[in-house]
């Protein structure tokens, strides 16, 4: 649900939200923490940003997607 908040409907809060729980359950899901950027990002919430890209640059780096 997280990318399409993101995607479709621009909701970067939902998003976040959604891409937290998505970490909560699964914290070894690199994906959401890409996802979580992304929107963090779009929200304006740059420091937040460059962690979680930062954390999935560092654990994904040999496996782009």
């Known amino acids: 649900r997280g990318k399409l908040y993101h995607t479709f409907k621009k909701d970067y809060v939902l998003a976040v939200a959604d891409f937290d729980k ?5 914290s ?6 890409f996802w979580r ?25 040999y496996n782009i997607t």
Not at 22 to 26: L, P, T, V
Not at 37 to 61: I, Q, W
């Open 22 to 26: 998505a970490i909560k359950y699964d």
């Open 28 to 33: 070894d899901n690199m994906m959401a923490y």
């Open 37 to 61: 950027a992304k929107s963090k990002y779009e929200g304006g919430d740059f420091k937040g940003a460059d962690e979680d890209m930062s954390k999935y640059l560092d654990d994904d780096f």
